[in-house]
Nanobody
Framework: VQLQASGRGLVHPGGSLRLSCAASGFIIIFNDMGWYRQVPGKQRELVAT???????NYVDSVKGRFTISRDNAKNTVYLQMNTLKPEDTAVYYC????????????WGQGTLVTVSS
């Protein structure tokens, strides 16, 4: 299993960024998927989920600003992030979910998002 997150960038507050997560070794449409983020010294936080039947959920801090989606043909999950805030600065990862628990131990390198003026 491999999870390759990409789309890193430095954006100003209020800006937008789209992250991608290409999965291999499993098929995302048969799995619940999640985007996590982590800042140094803090636990990894689950911020967005997309169930296998298309239901999305978001942590309150990103609700209305982030959108999780997937491209089944590309076996890729996306995170569209709008109206970014400095507190969104983190390394972002994706993973499949078993319940609300990450399914795979191989997180990949993640992708760094920096929101700063």
């Amino acid at each position: 299993v491999q999870l390759q997150a990409s789309g890193r960038g430095l954006v100003h507050p209020g800006g937008s960024l789209r992250l991608s997560c290409a999965a291999s070794g499993f098929i995302i449409i048969f799995n619940d998927m999640g985007w996590y983020r982590q800042v140094p010294g803090k636990q990894r936080e689950l911020v967005a989920t997309l169930s296998s039947n298309g239901i999305t959920n978001y942590v309150d801090s990103v609700k209305g600003r982030f959108t999780i989606s997937r491209d089944n043909a590309k076996n890729t999950v996306y995170l569209q992030m709008n109206t970014l805030k400095p507190e969104d600065t983190a390394v972002y990862y994706c993973n499949a979910l078993s319940g609300r628990v990450p399914k795979y131990n191989n997180w990949g390198q993640g992708t760094l998002v920096t929101v700063s003026s």
